[in-house]
Every structure is written in C-alpha cells, then in structure tokens.
C-alpha cells in the first residue's frame, strides 16, 4: 500500500539558509500534519492543513511557512535556519475526520 | 505544559512477559487517543487507537485500555517479543465542532527493551 512520501530523506544546510521539504500524503488523504523531533524529544506539532486551508497552527516559528497544493501534497518553507532546527520533521496525512495520522520517514534537517 | 505523559521514559520486559505501557492526560477534550511505535530515524508506526467511548480496544497481541475518569490509558503487548523494542508513543486528538480530527498532541515516549 502507498505510503506517505517525503523528500529529501537528509538534508544539510547552513546557517541562515533556506530549506523546502516536501510531503506527499496517502492517496486520497485531504489532511497534512507537520511535526519536528529534536534529539530524545517527543513529536512537536507545527502546523497542519485540511483541503489546501490551515487547519491547526502549532509551536512552527515565524521563519517558517507551509502550504498545501491542489494535489494535496504539502511543503515546508524554513528559511535563515538556526542551528536548532536540526531535527527529524515528519508529516502525518489522514483522511477528514478520522484520527489516525500515517507518518512519513521523516526528513532529518542538519543545520551546519 | 505536558497534556499527555508517559511517566516511564523505559521499561526492560523479557520475552513472552506482558508489557505494560502507561499513559495520563490532562485535556478532557481529548476523545480519541492512539499508540505509535517508532524505530530510530523512522516515523511513527500506527499501533493501535481508541475512541472515549470504548474503554477497551484489542488487535492481536496489542490491547489498549482506556480510563476515563482517570484520565488514563494503557498498552498491553501480550506476549512480548524482541521485534518490539522501540519507543513508544502515546497520542492524543480531540474533534473539532465542525467535526474534523485535530492534530495529535504526542506524550514524551517509553523505550520498551524486549529482552531474551
């Protein structure tokens, strides 16, 4: 079964750079979560989207911004990276109304 | 503030014991809570979930109870085999008026260690 897809798979920028990651959800899925997980930390939740709207707006900083498309899929905008944005930053998608969010591998985001 | 806890940041099991994983949270908005199992640099696997207004949900060796009035919910994994060393999660979401889901709020994670 398709899974959720997200690119790249490891990133590594420097220093007040920009970064876009890209998520594309489970066929048919309309809704798209974001998390980051720093080093031995739980999930935090940044932001999500439901049919191309923001849906839910988490602890995601103002350097960044995201969006989902008419395909559904969705992308991260971080931008003047901070050494403390290197994480591990998953997306979620999942069908309207139901709970359980189908995570992505995960991009692992290195800021030098 | 932490909403949803994991109070055991590990637990070592032998294999074909029961685990037993617990979870508490604060939200009562909550309504449907779930459990994921991570590996390293892996995303989250779905488990298991269950709807507040079960108290019991079971699939296979994975059975999650749910205690309203408590607050609290737990994972039973019976038995226990290797293959299940990871962390994990617990998670919980709550339903918006409108009636779609919200985004999950994560515990902090228990390393379950399945030893032989």
């Known amino acids: 079964a398709a899974g959720v897809i997200q690119s790249p798979r490891h990133l590594i920028k420097e220093k007040r750079e920009t970064a876009t990651l890209k998520c594309y959800p489970i066929?048919?899925?309309?809704?798209v979560y974001w998390y980051q997980q720093g080093p031995g930390q739980d999930p935090q939740f940044l932001i999500s989207?439901?049919?191309?709207?923001?849906?839910d707006k988490g602890s995601i900083p103002d350097r960044f911004s995201a969006q989902q498309f008419s395909d559904y899929h969705s992308e991260l905008n971080m931008s003047s990276l901070e050494l403390g944005d290197s994480a591990l930053y998953f997306c979620?998608?999942?069908?309207?109304?139901?709970?359980?969010?189908?995570f992505g591998q995960g991009t692992r985001l290195t800021v030098v | 503030d932490q909403q949803v806890k994991q109070n055991s940041p590990s637990l070592s099991v032998q294999e074909g014991r029961i685990s037993i994983l617990n979870c508490d949270y604060t939200?009562?908005?909550?309504?449907?809570f779930l459990w994921y199992k991570k590996y390293p640099a892996e995303g989250p696997t779905f488990l298991i979930s269950?709807?507040?207004?079960?108290d019991k949900n079971e699939d296979g060796r994975f059975t999650v109870f749910l205690n309203k009035s408590a607050k609290h919910l737990s994972l039973h994994i019976v038995p226990s085999q290797p293959g299940d060393s990871a962390v994990y999660f617990c998670?919980?979401?709550?339903?918006?008026?409108?009636?779609?889901?919200?985004?999950?709020?994560f515990g902090t994670g228990t390393r379950l260690q399945v030893t032989l």
């Open positions: 979620a998608s999942s069908l309207f109304r139901v709970s359980e969010a189908f």
């Open positions: 066929p048919r899925h309309d809704t």
């Open positions: 989207f439901y049919e191309k709207m923001q849906s």
């Open positions: 939200n009562s908005m909550f309504d449907y």
């Open positions: 269950i709807s507040s207004i079960k």
């Open positions: 998670a919980a979401s709550a339903h918006h008026c409108t009636g779609t889901a919200s985004k999950l709020t």
